[in-house]
């Protein structure tokens, strides 16, 4: 026994003094950590000394993430909400349906890092180190990662390190997906808990796309959140008070707020793909694996972990592995009229809830529909516009 004990602590000395692995992750958010988890359930990747790179201690429920689903899945256990009814509300049109077969799951940041850090260093393969990365570059060979403390080196990188690049081009209009939002406790019951508000319209466009999302968690509870798909933020004060609006357009009587969370998500058909090498590739949402018509980047994230894996496998250059579909051209198109008529969203998607029936549209955004309906859901949309956003980008 101490012989073995031994042994590992020479092995780790070695490790250690060497600065060398054979995989290094960068960043341990959602794509990080779903990569490492789905290595460690992969015996052909057990004996291979795996580093995951993550400045912050990862223990504030910083964000709260959803996506729907069909059926069981393999964050149930961590899921701390779902519903299985939807609303959506724009000017001169409401519709409540049920997401049979889908239910929309809710999952706190927190709850995931508190399952996924302790499982995961449970595997002596894996090392956990708390520094900053300040620059990864890429060789024929190799690929090296400057923390804050030393470089590290591996044959493999895979990085979800946040970046800006998308922002130095013009090419492909680049949107955020910008919100605040309240937790909150109201004196009035006035949120419905069976049924989430996927999108309300009803509040002032400004020429912009702007609506409320709300998670209701009792009569009295919920996430109450103020976004918008566009090009600049907002005061944090301009989001706040539209909370208070909208909450005081309910009769929420007195209100408690109990967690605020803030987001911008990137919403660009940029190819992010571009800066993966042999032995580089970008995850999560540096990857581009954030769908760009919508900001939905967990759900994704967990099914392009799956196919990486399976990937990885093969021992082919990094580059190769594929990211793109006919989706990609669908959200370009989309993006390109959204960034022009950036006040004509909600009559977008109320089209689009209008004329569908809400099991294509999930499925669409999934992007798992067939081309019949595809085509069906464009046809929903106001088709000169799309038109002629196709033209430009043909010619
Ligand atoms: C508030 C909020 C709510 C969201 N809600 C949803 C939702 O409901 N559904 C959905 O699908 N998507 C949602 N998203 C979008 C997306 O799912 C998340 O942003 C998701 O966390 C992206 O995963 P990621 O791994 O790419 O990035 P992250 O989870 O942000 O992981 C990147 C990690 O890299 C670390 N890092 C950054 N810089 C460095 C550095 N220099 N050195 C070392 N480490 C570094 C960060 O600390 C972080 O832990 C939300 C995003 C936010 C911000």
């Known amino acids: 026994m101490q012989q073995a004990i031994q042994s590992i602590s020479l092995f780790l000395g070695a490790v250690e003094k060497n600065k060398r692995f054979d995989i290094i992750i960068c960043g341990g958010g959602a794509a990080g950590l779903l990569l ?3 290595l460690s359930n992969e015996t052909a990747f057990k004996h291979l000394h795996i580093a995951i790179i993550e400045k912050e201690e990862k223990n504030t429920n910083d964000r709260t993430w959803c996506f729907w689903e069909e059926g069981e899945g393999k964050w149930d256990e961590i899921v701390s909400n779902s519903w299985g009814k939807a609303l959506f509300k724009a000017k001169g049109y409401r519709s409540e349906f049920d997401l049979a077969p889908y239910r929309y799951k809710m999952i706190k940041g927190i709850d995931f890092y508190k399952k996924l850090y302790p499982l995961l260093k449970k595997n002596k393969n894996m090392y956990f180190l708390q520094e900053e990365i300040e620059g990864i570059s890429s060789n024929r060979d ?16 895979f990085s979800s390190i946040p970046t800006t690049k998308f922002k130095k081009q013009n090419q492909f209009p680049v949107l955020q997906q910008h919100f605040i939002g309240w937790v909150v406790k109201t004196q009035a019951p006035i949120f419905d808990p069976k049924s989430v508000v996927f999108m309300d319209f009803e509040v002032p466009q400004k020429n912009n796309t702007r609506f409320m999302y709300v998670l209701p ?25 539209a909370i208070q609006a909208y909450l005081e357009d309910k009769k929420a009587g007195e209100v408690s707020i109990i967690e605020k969370e803030k987001g911008s998500i990137p919403m660009t058909a940029y190819d992010f793909s571009q800066h993966n090498t042999a032995n580089l590739l970008h ?18 994230s967990v099914q392009k972990v799956d196919q990486l894996v399976a990937f990885m496998k093969k021992n082919k250059p990094l580059k190769d592995f594929k990211q793109k579909s006919k989706f990609n051209f669908y959200d370009l198109l989309f993006l390109d009229v959204l960034a022009k008529h950036n006040g004509e969203g909600s009559l977008l998607f109320k ?10 549209i999930f499925s669409f955004l999934e992007e798992k529909t067939s081309l019949w309906q595809d085509v069906a859901i464009m046809r929903s949309f106001p088709i000169r516009r799309f038109v002629s956003a196709l033209i430009k980008r043909l010619f």
């Open 142 to 157: 190799n690929c090296s990662v400057r923390t804050n403390a030393t470089t590290y080196s591996a044959p493999r990188v």
């Open 283 to 300: 995850i999560g949402t540096a990857g581009g694996w954030t769908k760009a018509s919508t900001g939905f980047t967990f759900q994704k």
């Open 351 to 360: 089209q689009m809830f209008q004329y569908n029936p809400p099991k294509r």
């Open 217 to 241: 968690f009792s009569k009295h509870e919920a996430l109450v959140e103020y976004t918008l798909f566009s090009k600049d933020l907002l005061e944090d004060k301009e989001y706040e008070s």
């Open 36 to 38: 490492a988890n789905a």
